[in-house]
């Protein structure tokens, strides 16, 4: 069964940090094109970062997070990461891990954290 489990959410002022964790079971990781998106109430959902697979070499970001958001992968835990810096209240949405297999049509959604940025 496969399960990508974010963690790391909550609340956090303008200007702060937060890291969010994406913990991967039941699939092969490494092979796996990571990313996170996310969904603001009444608006679409949106590719935030993406990650390569293997070492993780490539990455893009939304023009919004660039310069404050960096993605990353640890293959021996399963997990990626997306370490979030200089915060803003248009940040707030729920944010989702997702897994896609490149070439087979096959992608996995985690559940959503909830990022909160507010004095």
């Known amino acids: 069964q496969v399960q990508l489990v974010e963690s790391g959410g909550g609340l956090v002022q303008p200007g702060g940090s937060l890291r969010l964790s994406c913990a991967a079971s039941?699939?092969?990781?490494?092979?796996?094109?990571m990313g996170w998106y996310r969904q603001a109430p009444g608006k679409q959902r949106e590719l935030v970062a993406r990650?390569?697979?293997?070492?993780?070499?490539?990455?893009n970001y939304a023009d919004s997070v660039k310069g404050r958001f960096t993605i990353s992968r640890d293959n021996a835990k399963n997990t990626v990461y997306l370490q979030m810096n200089n915060l803003k209240p248009e940040d707030t949405a729920v944010y989702y891990c997702?897994?896609?297999?490149?070439?087979?049509?096959?992608?996995?959604w985690g559940k959503g954290t909830l990022v909160t940025v507010s004095s």
């Open positions: 997702h897994g896609t297999k490149p070439g087979y049509g096959i992608e996995y």
């Open positions: 990650i390569s697979s293997g070492s993780g070499a490539n990455t």
């Open positions: 039941g699939i092969i990781f490494s092979i796996y094109v």
